[in-house]
């Protein structure tokens, strides 16, 4: 499964341009569906030196993404306009009903994979 996750309000706390706290389990989700197999895509507004910051502090706690703000690394980011990735799962702070914490999200994630094997 593609999983594209927001950063600021989703994997830390909100204090863009800095980086907040990490969110509770956050990167131990993030490494345990990527170790499930998943596709993982960091899907941001940040972009320049904020966005290199967010790679560079997920990357230190032992999450690399297959992607930053594209589909693919391969595919080159046009600053000029905001697309929407291509994705099964989004994960963001500003979903409605909001973000669920995060064990509670890898329970929906396996439960959704289980139920369309």
Same mark, same amino acid.
């Given at each position: 499964?593609?999983?594209?996750?927001?950063?600021?309000? !989703?994997?830390? *706390?909100?204090?863009?341009? *800095?980086?907040?706290?990490?969110?509770?389990?956050?990167?131990?989700?993030?490494?345990? +569906?990527?170790?499930?197999?998943?596709?993982?895509? +960091?899907?941001?507004?940040? @972009?320049? *030196?904020?966005?290199?910051?967010?790679? $560079?502090?997920?990357?230190?706690?032992?999450?690399?993404?297959?992607?930053?703000?594209? /589909? @693919? /690394?391969?595919?080159?980011?046009?600053? !000029?306009? @905001?697309?929407?990735?291509?994705?099964?799962?989004?994960?963001?702070? $500003? /979903?409605?009903?909001? +973000?669920?914490?995060?064990? !509670?999200?890898? $329970?929906?994630?396996?439960?959704?994979?289980? /139920? !369309?094997?």
């Amino acid at each position: 499964m593609i999983i594209a996750v927001d950063f600021d309000g !989703t994997i830390v *706390e909100h204090k863009y341009p *800095e980086i907040g706290k990490e969110i509770p389990n956050a990167i131990k989700v993030l490494k345990r +569906l990527k170790a499930d197999g998943h596709v993982l895509i +960091l899907w941001t507004y940040r @972009s320049g *030196e904020e966005l290199k910051q967010a790679v $560079r502090y997920c990357k230190k706690h032992g999450v690399e993404f297959f992607a930053v703000n594209n /589909n @693919s /690394n391969d595919e080159d980011f046009d600053f !000029t306009y @905001s697309r929407k990735i291509y994705a099964d799962v989004y994960i963001d702070d $500003r /979903n409605l009903p909001g +973000l669920p914490d995060w064990e !509670t999200l890898y $329970r929906m994630i396996v439960n959704r994979v289980e /139920n !369309t094997i």
